[in-house]
């Protein structure tokens, strides 16, 4: 059983920048890959973005180019650098493995981009 925490998100503007994190209560060495999820108001839960165990990453289109995930297996952490943040972004952002574990989910990070 692994326990995730995402923290980091906030109120930001258009344009502007945001780092989550996702600090998982045990090793995350043996998980191979980890994603974060966004789930916007009315629509479904979304992977945005991966790694895997050795870094490779993988991107939804709507975020390629302007996030970067990144993992420290050593802190057991992973994090989402979110740039160029457009009102579409707003969602609450949840950090699991991929595929997701149902007992795995968190309580997210509310990100809200707003002028």
């Known amino acids: 059983q692994v326990q995730l925490v995402e923290s980091g998100g906030g109120l930001v503007q258009p344009g502007g920048s945001l780092r989550l994190s996702c600090a998982a209560s045990?090793?995350?060495?043996?998980?191979?890959?980890m994603g974060w999820y966004r789930q916007a108001p009315g629509k479904q839960r979304e992977l945005v973005a991966r790694?895997?165990?050795?870094?490779?990453?993988n991107y939804a289109d709507s975020v390629k180019d302007r996030f970067t995930i990144s993992r420290d297996n050593a802190k057991n952490t992973v994090y989402l650098q979110m740039n160029s943040l457009k009102p579409e972004d707003t969602a609450v952002y949840y950090c699991n493995s991929d595929p997701p574990v149902q007992n795995y989910w968190g309580q997210g990070t509310q990100v809200t981009v707003s002028s």
């Open positions: 790694i895997t165990f050795g870094g490779s990453t």
């Open positions: 045990r090793s995350i060495y043996k998980i191979l890959a």
